[in-house]
């Protein structure tokens, strides 16, 4: 079965700073792979996702993740650190086969990322 | 123009209470989901409805009953409430392509608290 690990429950940057979060999967072929944000008290919203197409991804909120298969990641990164980033970061992945419908979107536990002034 | 709504947003009530919790979509899916979020911010997925049939139904106690009366509607049914049933219940929905990603959008959440 699928699964996606994020590491480090918590993640805490300076306002500036770089923001770095980590996924793997676990999957012998490349899975679709997705990052969403939660924010406070709020549903799940889409940041970027990777379908094959190129492997580094750009997203909203300028942020960016690069598909590696031979590290088998998808770690989700932001040049500078907003103190409107601060949320909750769900890795997702989605098997890819050919036909996806009825497939689960597996989700990691989270990383929740704060932003200090 | 909301694109996924649910209501109510916040839900508190008794144990042994039944309640439901209704979704709505107005992006012209075919597929629609209920996620459980627990107080660690794990999200599971309890059921998934395409062209409303009951497609995936994990391992979830028979208490919670999902009807899915048209595409853009599931509503979810909660018998007996317990105080493990207490977190955050989200709503989905997508269009299921074959050999495409379909990516999911969700709802605000509903808030259920079980005292």
């Known amino acids: 079965a699928q699964s996606v690990t994020q590491l480090g429950s918590h993640v805490s940057v300076s306002e500036g700073a770089l923001v770095l979060l980590r996924c793997n999967y676990s999957?012998?072929?490349?899975?679709?792979l997705f990052w969403y944000v939660q924010y406070p008290n709020q549903g799940l919203q889409l940041l970027l996702k990777y379908t094959s197409a190129a492997t580094l991804v750009k997203g909203i909120n300028g942020f960016e993740a690069e598909f590696k298969k031979s590290e088998t990641s998808f770690h989700l990164t932001k040049p500078s650190a907003h103190m409107s980033d601060a949320a909750e970061y769900f890795c997702?992945?989605?098997?890819?086969?050919?036909?996806?419908?009825?497939?689960?979107?597996?989700f990691g536990t989270g990383t929740r990322l704060l932003v200090s002034p | 123009d909301t694109a996924v709504s649910q209501t109510p947003k916040y839900l508190v009530t008794q144990m042994g209470n039944d309640k439901s919790i209704k979704c709505e979509q107005n992006?012209?899916?075919?597929?629609m989901y209920w996620y459980k979020q627990d107080s660690k911010k794990f999200l599971k997925i309890m059921f998934s409805y395409n062209n409303k049939e009951l497609i995936i139904n994990e391992t979830v106690p028979n208490r919670f009953s999902p009807k899915s009366p048209d595409k853009a509607h599931l509503n979810l049914h909660i018998n007996s409430l317990e105080l493990g049933d207490s977190a955050v219940y989200f709503c989905?929905?997508?269009?299921?392509?074959?050999?495409?990603?379909?990516?999911?959008?969700f709802g605000p959440g509903t808030r259920l608290t079980v005292l």
């Open positions: 992006l012209g899916h075919d597929t």
């Open positions: 997702a992945v989605r098997p890819r086969s050919g036909y996806t419908g009825f497939q689960k979107l597996v």
């Open positions: 999957s012998s072929v490349p899975p679709y």
């Open positions: 989905a929905s997508s269009q299921d392509w074959p050999g495409r990603y379909n990516e999911q959008f």
